[in-house]
């Protein structure tokens, strides 16, 4: 199974700041990743698949870059309503794998 | 709209059948989804199924025990799950998608326990 590790797995930022999670895939995934937001008692909401591609609706100061084991989603300016756990996923081999998450907190 | 059903309280070797009625969309040209998430714990992947539900994948921890079917004359996923462990506690989510879940419900709860 491809493991997908996240890092960090907390991070504390104030509104307006640029963020960054970093997500390594255990063996090259191409560009078969997507990113995940889930706030508490809701379910994942997709952000970001094929490593960059926004979804729609989703705000533009979300980006994701990266291809092969190593990717990243930035938020480029912290909002409130941005503050939640995002997961990134690959989809590269079944089975579909998960990284642990990175839960953004109010600093 | 995907609204899970059929989650409760189980004991460690029984069975529970979950369901997931979508509504708003063409039903029968969709993959689906199941992912579960156990209390505190990140999100897993269990299994999904092609459209006509021809093709079904299932994480190996729950091979030869969860079944995933659908019937798209009721726009319908279903989750049979036989022999459960406690391992198996968790919120189910129905999701749209094969390998990029863009609709979600909004869960259901599978406790087992004795």
């Known amino acids: 199974d491809i493991q997908m590790t996240q890092s960090p797995s907390t991070l504390s930022a104030s509104m307006g700041d640029r963020v960054t999670i970093t997500c390594r895939a255990s063996?090259?995934?191409?560009?078969?990743l997507a990113w995940y937001q889930q706030k508490p008692g809701k379910a994942p909401n997709l952000l970001i698949y094929?490593?960059?591609t926004l979804q729609s609706g989703v705000p533009s100061r979300f980006s994701g870059s990266g291809s092969g084991t190593e990717f990243t989603l930035t938020i480029s300016s912290l909002q409130p309503d941005d503050f939640a756990t995002y997961y990134c996923?690959?989809?590269?081999?079944?089975?579909?794998?998960f990284g642990g998450g990175t839960k953004v907190e109010i600093k | 709209q995907l609204v899970e059903s059929g989650g409760g309280l189980v004991q460690p070797g029984g069975s529970l059948r979950l369901s997931c009625a979508a509504s708003?969309?063409?039903?029968?040209?969709?993959?689906m989804t199941w992912v579960r998430q156990a209390p505190g714990k990140g999100l897993e992947w269990v299994a999904n199924?092609?459209?006509?539900?021809?093709?079904?994948y299932y994480v190996d921890s729950v091979k030869g025990r969860l079944t995933i079917s659908r019937d798209n004359a009721k726009n319908s996923l279903y989750l049979q799950m036989n022999s459960l462990r406690a391992e198996d506690t968790a919120v189910y989510y129905c999701?749209?998608?094969?390998?990029?879940?863009?609709?979600w419900g909004r869960g259901t709860t599978v406790t087992v326990s004795s």
């Open positions: 094929e490593a960059s």
């Open positions: 996923q690959q989809y590269n081999t079944y089975p579909l794998t």
């Open positions: 199924i092609k459209e006509d539900g021809s093709e079904k």
């Open positions: 063996q090259s995934i191409s560009r078969w």
């Open positions: 708003g969309f063409t039903f029968s040209n969709y993959w």
């Open positions: 999701a749209r998608g094969r390998v990029i879940m863009d609709v």
